[in-house]
């Protein structure tokens, strides 16, 4: 194309905008760079002055092809970064190589039209003129559109937006149809169901546009083509709408990972539940530290660690383990052994060494070794006489405990200022001297995992088998409790014959005063039970008793469960050595009285967090009836700092309503999307992370073995229950779950087996399923979505395999 005239310029020459115009000096740039546009030359505007022919036409189409050519305006202000004249020239597609000269024409004679007069009087004040014309080989686009690398709309950079609509897109850009809109940021979202484009060409477009924002150096305003080769861009110009400044760098790592707070705190949770973890975790978390001797200076110094344990990702709650492993790096003994340390997360991934070699004092050597050990001494004689300790603090806080939720205040009748201090009573003499929960907790973790390293060095599989059989199914651990309720409960309805309607209440039993009676009194003392118990805004069994009444008739339909009676152990068999015998015995007694401390202890924590979820309903009550509220529930969408502000003076804003309907909206926008993963890793600001949505492998393994902990072999049709308010269990189903909590007693009492993909050998499943007598399975990770639900499986309890059996539907 050299020997053309002086009024065709080939595709590489045409870099200069004062001579062919914004557009095609854009697209001779992306050629340049490696985007491959289309093929194209420029004809000069000069040419259509003389009213001639153009010499060098015929050649110049001959070397794009056959046809047909799409024949487009370039003016020297198109595609500026301060005017876009986007839309107010002419463009002809489909164009075959005979009429290219007529085309040609118009497209320049557009640029004297009243449109563009007016857009040049409105916007740029500059003089008519004519513009270059594009000559373009025609992509046969299945799909075309507009992309942005930046939002014109909310001006963020953070994210591409396009338009997408099936063939040509100049229906799209002349506004005569409407497009499949896409927003990308980390995952590709299309504002409905897509059916012009694939998530994974979306993204593929939108790296597209991110890469001509990198060449041209500013975000990007894009038209691009999908044909049977592949993607095209066709034209790239700036976006002249105002966006918001890029931000500056900012490299910090966040990690969250809720995939052990999963258990506590399952699904969406109110900024109300929230807020109360975060007090709770930051005042235990200190006391834990000081228990382990840190020092005071230490810990204050250190109170933005302590006060940021948690996070709040589209409504759930994570661990922000950056922050727990800087508390960590705290303790005595981390620079002995950090490795081993690390496994107190008890996460399922390790730390990245760029948050592992940042964090903490490195590897102690010479005389700083000498000063970690004694650190470490002295934290361990603390322990020990926290440990002589423990009975009194156990004492004391049940005296706390029992003062404060025994002392008679009346929530019905109290006005806000009286619930607000009785919520700083508990605040005050509980949740902020969480001392014998704190010791025990820590006291059992370390007892129970010596004692089965013990158990399992001096006996092999017999030992673990023995602390299995120790530590759970205790009668007087407290989780057990309702399981055998519920069994008595169900033996009176069976004798009698009698029929429960579930949805009716206590009304029910109406008639049946023996059976009322037992019924009342387990609501007395199991009434703050619930399904997802920790979270405030969870109705509890004493307000709504439905799933007691079902699991009482299921127990009655059930028959009579074997339980678990553990044998007493055969010592002298076991450890014919007198003093193996007698530390044996010592060890196992002392760590079985923790791990029963433990159960109860936290059966306590429910009855305080209860009775702080009755003094916030109070105040939503109070709220509503000044107007403050809609309703008395609207009070979980407040924090705690807001409730409590709005009646001791400090709060920010009497328009409780208008915080109250965001956050409902909030809510109900997560409600429809997907949980996030487990983990999320993130760079800046941790107040709105983004994720890749991940991708499950199908795992069609026919065996997988976790933690058995509870004996004995059960085949059956499994039933994943993800929410035991709407789902149910038929009698004699395997129960499939992700975790398990006191709430769900109802399908407990149906179960064959259990399997849950969270737990341990103290979990309450694991407890429940001893009193049953049924076989039970933990930490059997993804088992909700490898078991499928009405399979049939196969669960030894004793081995922990369990065994799908595909055929069997």
Excluded at 266 to 285: D, E, I, R, W
Excluded at 498 to 522: K, V
Excluded at 544 to 560: E, F, T
Excluded at 566 to 587: C, E, H, Q, S
Aim: hydrophobic share 45%.
């Amino acid at each position: 194309m050299a020997g053309m005239t002086s009024f065709i310029i080939a595709q590489e020459d045409a870099r200069t905008a004062h001579e062919v115009g914004g557009k095609a000096a854009a697209l001779c740039r992306l050629a340049a760079a490696g985007f491959a546009p289309p093929a194209f030359f420029v004809i000069r505007p000069e040419a259509f002055e003389a009213r001639s022919v153009i010499g060098g036409l015929a050649d110049a189409l001959a070397a794009l092809g056959t046809g047909p050519f799409a024949v487009r305006s370039s003016a020297r202000q198109e595609d500026g970064a301060e005017h876009s004249f986007a839309g107010q020239f002419a463009t002809l597609l489909n164009v075959p190589a005979a009429g290219v000269e007529a085309a040609a024409r118009q497209v320049w004679q557009s640029g004297f039209s009243d449109a563009v007069a007016t857009y040049r009087a409105i916007r740029s004040q500059t003089a008519a003129e004519g513009p270059a014309v594009i000559v373009q080989r025609m992509v046969e686009a299945r799909a075309a559109g507009v992309a942005f690398s930046a939002d014109p709309v909310t001006g963020r950079r953070d994210r591409v937006v396009l338009s997408a609509i099936a063939g040509l897109g100049d229906r799209l850009v002349s506004g005569e149809e409407n497009g499949e809109d896409w927003t990308i940021g980390a995952n590709a979202q299309c504002a409905g169901l897509p059916t012009v484009l694939t998530q994974a060409e979306a993204q593929q477009i939108a790296a597209l546009a991110r890469h001509a924002e990198a060449v041209f150096g500013a975000p990007q305003d894009i038209e691009w083509a999908l044909d049977a080769q592949g993607l095209h861009i066709l034209q790239s110009r700036p976006i002249t709408t105002p966006l918001l400044p890029p931000p500056n760098p900012d490299t910090a790592l966040t990690i969250f990972d809720n995939s052990n707070i999963v258990e506590s705190y399952p699904g969406l949770v109110s900024p109300l539940t929230y807020s109360f973890a975060v007090h709770v975790y930051t005042n235990v978390y200190r006391a834990f530290v000081a228990l382990l001797g840190v020092p005071k200076s230490t810990i204050d110094t250190q109170s933005a660690v302590f006060a940021n344990m948690l996070g709040r990702v589209d409504g759930r709650v994570y661990y922000n383990l950056v922050n727990w492993y800087r508390a960590l790096a705290l303790l005595p003994g981390f620079s002995l052994n950090r490795a081993h340390m690390e496994t107190m997360m008890g996460v399922d991934a390790p730390m990245p060494s760029e948050v592992t070699d940042a964090i903490g004092p490195p590897a102690a050597s010479g005389i700083g070794r000498l000063r970690e050990y004694v650190r470490l001494a002295r934290a361990g004689i603390g322990l020990v006489w926290q440990a002589v300790l423990l009975p009194r603090t156990r004492r004391r806080f049940y005296q706390r405990l029992n003062t404060a939720l025994d002392s008679g205040f009346d929530i019905e009748r109290a006005g806000p200022t009286a619930l607000a201090a009785e919520y700083r009573k508990l605040e005050g003499t509980l949740l902020n001297r969480w001392d014998a929960p704190l010791v025990n907790d820590f006291l059992c973790m370390v007892a129970f995992g010596a004692s089965r390293s013990l158990m399992q060095k001096w006996l092999g599989p017999t030992g673990l088998e023995l602390h299995n059989t120790m530590m759970i199914g205790q009668g007087d651990i407290i989780s057990a409790e309702p399981a055998r309720r519920i069994a008595e409960m169900g033996r009176t309805v069976r004798a009698a014959g009698l029929t429960i309607d579930e949805n009716a209440g206590l009304g029910a039993l109406s008639g049946h005063a023996d059976l009322r009676r037992q019924a009342e009194d387990y609501l007395a003392k199991f009434g703050d039970r619930c399904t997802e118990e920790l979270k405030l805004e969870s109705l509890i069994l004493r307000d709504d008793p439905s799933s007691l009444l079902a699991a009482i008739a299921a127990s009655a339909r059930r028959g009579q469960a074997t339980g678990h009676v553990a044998p007493d152990p055969d010592w002298r068999g076991l450890f014919p050595n007198p003093l193996r015998r007698l530390v044996a015995k010592a060890v196992m007694a002392w760590t079985k009285d923790r791990v029963r401390d433990r159960e109860n202890l936290r059966f306590e924590r429910t009855r305080i967090f209860g009775h702080a979820r009755r003094v916030f309903l109070g105040l939503g009550r109070e709220f509503a009836a000044r107007g403050l509220l809609a309703t008395p529930r609207d009070v979980f969408y407040l924090t705690t700092g807001e409730v409590l502000g709005a009646v001791e003076g400090s709060g920010l804003t009497g328009d409780l309503k208008s915080l109250v309907a965001l956050r409902k909206a909030e809510h109900a926008a997560a409600v429809l999307r997907p949980d996030p993963p487990e983990r999320i890793v993130m760079r800046g600001p941790a107040i709105a992370p983004v994720w890749a949505v991940a991708t499950t492998a199908q795992d069609d393994t026919a065996r997988r073995t976790a933690t058995g902990c509870s004996a004995g072999r059960v085949r059956a049709v499994a039933r994943v229950i993800r929410d035991p308010r709407t789902q149910s269990l038929a009698a004699g189903e395997i129960l499939v779950a992700r975790h398990t909590d006191p709430g769900w007693i109802a399908v407990f009492s149906n179960a064959s087996a259990i399997v849950v993909e969270r737990g341990s050998l103290l979990s309450h499943s694991a407890i429940v399923a001893r009193e049953l007598g049924i076989p039970c399975v933990v930490g059997l990770k993804g088992a909700t979505q490898w078991i499928g639900d009405g399979e049939t499986i196969t669960v030894d309890g004793a081995t922990g395999e369990v065994e799908r059996h595909r055929g069997d539907l």
